[in-house]
């Protein structure tokens, strides 16, 4: 599991797929999202602009980020 530490209160979804480089543009992050292929919290989440608190993990592609 890899952890993204974040300095701000929260980070948007599609945000966090870049940042962690699970896809590589804000597109890809946007089709994955409304595909259902990403999951937060174990919940499948179609919303790109889900504001991501610490704690919360975040499921795509076989990769599992917890935001800190």
């Given amino acids: ?8 209160e929260f980070i948007k979804l ?3 797929l ?9 597109g890809e992050a946007k089709a994955a999202i409304q595909e259902g292929l990403v999951k937060v919290n174990g919940q499948v989440c179609t ?3 889900k504001k991501l608190l610490p704690g919360d ?11 800190e």
Wanted: without cysteine.
């Fill in 1 to 8: 599991m890899e952890r993204i530490k974040i300095e701000t």
């Fill in 47 to 49: 919303m790109r602009g």
């Fill in 18 to 26: 870049k940042f962690a480089a699970l896809v590589g543009t804000g």
């Fill in 57 to 67: 993990r975040v499921e795509f592609a076989g990769s599992l980020v917890e935001v």
């Fill in 14 to 16: 599609e945000s966090l």
